[in-house]
């Protein structure tokens, strides 16, 4: 029995070796750090032309940069992913401070609050949408 179970050793520390080359994008957590340097490469990305969205190149610029910074291998699907949900989020709180007043922001949590006659009117207004469905 100990023999095997210097064998399961050994196959641990060859797997977490290699684990800890490149991170998948199972595992891979979006921190503040991380965020800041892709939208940093993605700016750069950007300003070499005059687009809304970054060209192959720019992407492949993205990718590489983002890539060597990390010690990863993500490919520009996954930045995509991420890039979709911002603008998802981005358009769902424009259209709370657009069309309703009496919501506010902490601007150090980024929590949304509301005052209790907000909330009821919401509900009104909710229940009007779901009735024309």
């Not at 921190?31 to 192959?56: G, V, W």
């Amino acid at each position: 029995m100990a023999s095997n179970r210097r064998q399961n050793n050994k196959k641990l520390r060859r797997r977490s070796k290699s684990s800890h080359r490149n991170i998948s994008t199972d595992n891979f957590k979006w921190t503040p750090n991380r965020k800041i340097i892709f939208f940093e490469l993605y700016d750069q990305a950007i300003a070499k032309n005059c687009f809304k969205d970054p060209t192959p190149l720019g992407r492949e610029f993205i990718v590489d940069k983002f890539n060597k910074e990390f010690n990863l291998n993500i490919n520009y699907r996954f930045f995509k992913e991420n890039l979709d949900q911002l603008k998802r989020k981005c358009k769902k709180y424009k259209h709370l401070m657009k069309n309703f007043t009496g919501i506010s922001v902490d601007t150090t949590t980024s929590v949304i609050s509301a005052s209790n006659s907000w909330w009821q009117e919401s509900e009104v207004y909710l229940m009007e949408i779901i009735w024309q469905i």
